[in-house]
């Protein structure tokens, strides 16, 4: 298993991976128009996803925030969305010459997206139990 550690990446590199998928987020039919209407501020929203995977991959410990409770509130999301950022996520580390990097990204990926989807229907359904991702 690979893990967090300033020597698997550097800082170039996961900001490469940041604007890189950003990117395509942007360009999505699917996804863009909500991250379009709820990023008000890309430069803000990309340097805190920038600290984000820094955190993650390199164990900087820079991310604060609490990302649970913005993305719960979004409306009228469901799996196919979720679903659809892992797919664009993946198609971008598939591109990095980073290989640690990027086994550790698409481990982590997954794991970020069930989170984020458990919490959302907790959030907006409480009463039933949560279903999974499957992205298969």
Known sequence: ???STPDLCTEEEVSELVHAFYAKVHEDPLLAP????HVKDWEQHLAKM?????????GTARYRGTPMPRHAQ???LDPELFKRWLSLFHQTTRALGNAAMRDRADMLAPRIAESLWYGYQMYNNPSSLPRDLDPR
């Open 50 to 58: 920038v600290d984000f995977w820094s955190s993650t991959l390199r």
């Open 1 to 3: 298993m690979v893990s």
């Open 74 to 76: 979004l409306p009228g």
């Open 34 to 37: 909500i991250f379009n209407a």
